[in-house]
């Protein structure tokens, strides 16, 4: 299976940005999408869990309210809208797929990933 992100790019404080991943070679129905980012000089952290199989979902703190999953399974498409970005969202961002509900998991209990997308947030 195969995840591909795109969308990423430079944004002013306080603006938006949805971020797209596009899954192939497996049975998008049955899998959650997860999202996580890493910022420079630091670990990888998870976003968000969003329950694109069976509506289950989980969200970082400091997502909630600004963060937001979504789906469009006939593009087997995955989204992460992203409201309000502040400078410490600067990340790069990754989609990833689970076979199981969400829940915070780590990066190596996904089943596929991403390559990531450069998210940069500066005025």
């Known amino acids: 299976g195969q995840l591909v992100e795109s969308g990423g790019g430079l944004v002013q404080p306080g603006g938006s940005l949805r971020l797209s991943c596009v899954a192939s070679?497996?049975?998008?129905?049955?899998?959650?999408i997860g999202w996580f980012r890493q910022a420079p000089g630091k670990g990888r952290e998870g976003v968000l869990c969003?329950?694109?199989?069976?509506?289950?979902?989980w969200s970082a703190d400091f997502a909630k309210g600004r963060f937001t999953g979504s789906s469009d399974k006939a593009k087997k498409t995955a989204y992460l809208e992203m409201n309000n970005l502040k400078p410490e969202d600067t990340a790069v961002y990754y989609c990833?797929?689970?076979?199981?509900?969400?829940?915070?998991?780590?990066?190596?209990?996904?089943?596929?990933w991403g390559q990531g997308t450069q998210v940069t947030v500066s005025s």
């Open positions: 990833t797929a689970l076979d199981y509900y969400c829940r915070n998991y780590g990066w190596d209990e996904y089943n596929y």
């Open positions: 070679g497996f049975d998008f129905d049955d899998f959650n």
């Open positions: 969003f329950g694109n199989s069976d509506g289950t979902s």
